[in-house]
């Protein structure tokens, strides 16, 4: 069956960095354009990074110039680079593949940013 796990996530202080990996299984994970979500509490889940199979990327505006989406097809693996990190990044992070009509999702990962 099709899995996403997302790992990396932790307690980390204001300006630190932390990377959060995407381990996918049982998708042709090469087709999939990769997403990386957040959602912070009492607040919508909401698109962070995006990379298409071709390596095509794009980011929300507030974390333009601080995150760095990547992805490793011969390892199935998406990766999320955060730098500068902000208390107002907290929240959980989800790591997604989409594909036409499929989509699917990770557990996610807790990131905490306070000192």
């Known amino acids: 069956q099709v899995q996403l796990v997302e790992s990396g996530g932790g307690l980390v202080q204001p300006g630190g960095s932390l990377r959060l990996s995407c381990a996918a299984s049982g998708i042709m994970f090469s087709i999939y354009a990769m997403g990386w979500y957040r959602q912070a509490p009492g607040k919508q889940r909401e698109l962070v990074a995006h990379i298409t199979r071709a390596g095509s990327t794009n980011y929300a505006g507030s974390v333009k110039g601080r995150f760095t989406v990547s992805r490793d097809n011969a390892k199935n693996m998406v990766y999320l680079q955060m730098n500068s990190l902000k208390p107002e990044d907290t929240a959980d992070y989800y790591c997604?593949?989409?594909?036409?009509?499929?989509?699917?999702w990770g557990q996610g990962t807790q990131v905490t940013v306070s000192s």
């Open positions: 997604n593949a989409g594909y036409s009509s499929y989509n699917y």
